[in-house]
């Protein structure tokens, strides 16, 4: 989310100056890379970059390809395949296996649903998106349509099907990933027109809530930052709790803890975490948190400090289920041996990411099977649906 909202603000930058861009797409990959489909990068006719569509092993390439594009004001699809060792195939020093089809599209910054503009209704409102791009998988020289459709959760559609003998079928699919929240590929067919869509489910940011503005909340709201997460802070104390101790929160409550939830929005992916260092305080926002559906409640402290206070909640009739028992988080924080509040900061990040993309959080040292699984790729290319236009 962080590469998209920097793309979108450089390229902002980039059409006040009348520079010309590109924007460089992974859309399809078969085997292993750095980077997965949807990863993306911006380039400037002045040759400025911002994004990555890997390590850094392809961008040189990637860059001569993208001013081409902007120079012919054309989209052009190129498959990279990392798999081999002959430096004209880019696949020399690689260090992956897999063959990485990178879209290129010039932007016409006078198109009012170009691709950056998409993207940047797709970020505009904190809503789930789905993004539709189309390119021919199977010959790189025909034409690549490129980024083209945009559905947002409430509805509302940007964009339009460049091939009207699929719009009925894109439409559909484009419902269907919109409610299944999985991104998917999928193949159209007629008698002389073939197209692959990949269907780009959007996930709003990650929403982090911090009760407590004390100075350890303070790295917080910097790792938040880099990761482009949107941050608010709570507070009693409004010399703690203010714009120049929190310059980039999105929001700044100055309230006790048992009502500052009524004050709040929050969703699936709304992450809470409470370091107020007052038992009172912690314990008045996880009673009020009991009722709301939100994946993750850290607790900065001691277990028994947890264990205390769902005793303190059974004594006042307030029965948690394992489910949601499973979302309280105390003591908050990855096992990495943190004591600074820099590195407990660290800790208590890489534990949401770890919840909100299902992993344990251990070392991939330790791991035997693949980094990235596969199977969800695989599952994708299979069930491929080929429609005969009539």
């Known amino acids: 989310m962080k590469e998209l909202q920097e793309i979108i603000k450089k390229y902002d930058v980039a059409s006040q100056k009348s520079i010309k861009s590109a924007l460089v797409t992974v859309v399809h990959l078969d085997g292993s890379s750095y980077r997965r489909p949807g990863a993306r990068m911006l380039v400037n006719d002045d040759g400025k970059i911002t994004g990555a569509i890997s390590g850094g092993c392809l961008e040189g390439d990637a860059l001569k390809k993208a001013l081409f594009a902007i120079s012919e004001q054309k989209n ?28 290129f599209e010039s932007i016409d910054s006078e198109k009012e649903e170009n691709p950056i503009q998409l993207l940047n209704k797709a970020l505009k409102v904190r809503q789930k998106a789905v993004l539709v791009t189309l390119f021919d998988l199977n010959n790189n020289q025909n034409i690549q349509h490129g980024t083209c459709l945009l559905l947002e959760e409430d509805g509302t559609l940007s964009g339009k099907i460049p091939l009207q003998q699929f719009e009925n079928a894109v439409l559909k699919d484009i419902t269907d990933v919109m409610q299944n929240g999985e991104s998917v590929f999928k193949q159209y067919k007629s008698d002389d027109v073939s197209v692959t869509a990949f269907f780009e489910f959007l996930h709003p940011p990650v929403s982090l809530v911090v009760l407590g503005a004390g100075n350890d909340a303070i790295p917080l709201m910097k790792f938040a930052d880099v990761l482009g997460w949107d941050f608010r802070i709570v507070d ?9 101790r929190y310059p980039t929160a999105s929001q700044i409550l100055v309230s006790n803890p048992d009502v500052a939830l009524q004050h709040l929005t929050y969703d699936n992916r709304t992450f809470f975490v409470l370091v107020t260092h007052s038992y009172k305080c912690d314990y008045y926002m996880l009673k009020s948190l009991c009722a709301a559906a939100v994946p993750y409640v850290g607790i900065l402290g001691p277990k028994k400090k947890l264990h205390r206070m769902l005793e303190e909640l059974q004594n006042e009739g307030i029965h948690l289920n394992d489910d949601k028992v499973a979302t309280i988080y ?17 800790s208590i990040i890489a534990e949401i990411q770890a919840v909100l993309t299902g992993k344990m959080g251990g070392m991939l040292k330790m791991k035997n099977e693949v980094i990235h699984s596969r199977d969800s790729l695989d599952i994708q290319i299979e069930n491929i649906k080929i429609y005969n236009a009539s």
């Open 236 to 244: 009693r104390r409004d010399t703690h709790a203010n714009k120049e």
């Open 76 to 103: 052009t699809l190129f498959t990279y395949d990392t798999s081999k060792e002959d430096d004209s195939e880019m696949g020399i020093h690689l260090g992956c296996e897999g063959l990485i089809q990178v879209l």
């Open 330 to 346: 105390g003591p908050t924080g990855l096992d990495i041996g943190a004591e600074t509040p820099e590195e407990i900061a660290l």
